[in-house]
T-cell receptor, first 114, second 115 residues
Framework: AQTVTQSQPEMSVQEAETVTLSCTYD???????LFWYKQPPSRQMILVIR??????QNATENRFSVNFQKAAKSFSLKISDSQLGDAAMYFC???????????FGPGTRLSVLP | NAGVTQTPKFQVLKTGQSMTLQCAQD?????MYWYRQDPGMGLRLIYY???????DKGEVPNGYNVSRLNKREFSLRLESAAPSQTSVYFC??????????????FGPGTRLLVL
């Protein structure tokens, strides 16, 4: 069974600094997709960034970037120039098809300190 | 383009009451999903619909029914609410192929409290 692990239940970062959130996953599939979702106190699940496993180039979305290490089954999220609005719960997620198998990690709560 | 919308935002029910959570998407997505989120449990799939006219059970379907009314709308019904169904409910949708097909786009959530 596919699993997603986020080993950091909580993280904090100073405003304007950089922080990296860790995610590892377990799969026997060769072609799959990985995601980071942000859930602020409003509870909305916001898609932050996504990566296709067959693409070696790491995805980037403005201040958000990933470090995708396929052999190590690692998918970390780097947030640069952290802002107060980045404070939220961050979930790593994985899927290998278009059906029901969309697996979420347990989440990392990120605090941003002014 | 509103994305995925859900109504109501918040609801309080008494044990045994019934209600329907409504979800609609305007992204022309084929697939739609209902999840529940409980503290310490992450998101769990209740039901999903791969296309109009089809529905399938997810991880935690007991106590729920769904209807895929048309391509845009996917409702979740609680026939006899129980305190164990107190949760935050999310509707989501996804496209057909590639990254759009794999991604989940979520609604704002419905917070349900069953007394």
């Amino acid at each position: 069974a596919q699993t997603v692990t986020q080993s950091q239940p909580e993280m904090s970062v100073q405003e304007a600094e950089t922080v990296t959130l860790s995610c590892t996953y377990d799969t026997s599939e060769s072609d799959y997709y990985l995601f980071w979702y942000k859930q602020p106190p409003s509870r909305q699940m916001i898609l932050v960034i996504r990566q296709e496993a067959y693409k070696q180039q790491n995805a980037t979305e403005n201040r958000f970037s990933v470090n995708f290490q396929k052999a190590a089954k690692s998918f970390s999220l780097k947030i640069s120039d952290s802002q107060l609005g980045d404070a939220a719960m961050y979930f790593c997620a994985y899927t290998y098809n278009y059906g029901q198998n969309f697996v979420f990690g347990p989440g990392t709560r990120l605090s941003v300190l002014p | 383009n509103a994305g995925v919308t859900q109504t109501p935002k918040f609801q309080v029910l008494k044990t045994g009451q019934s209600m329907t959570l409504q979800c609609a998407q305007d992204m022309n997505h084929n697939s739609m999903y209902w999840y529940r989120q409980d503290p310490g449990m992450g998101l769990r799939l209740i039901y999903y619909s791969a296309s109009e006219g089809t529905t399938d059970k997810g991880e935690v379907p007991n106590g729920y029914n769904v209807s895929r009314l048309n391509k845009r709308e996917f409702s979740l019904r609680l026939e006899s609410a129980a305190p164990s169904q107190t949760s935050v409910y999310f509707c989501a949708s996804s496209g057909t192929l590639g990254l759009a097909g794999a991604s989940r786009y979520f609604g704002p959530g419905t917070r349900l409290l069953v007394l």
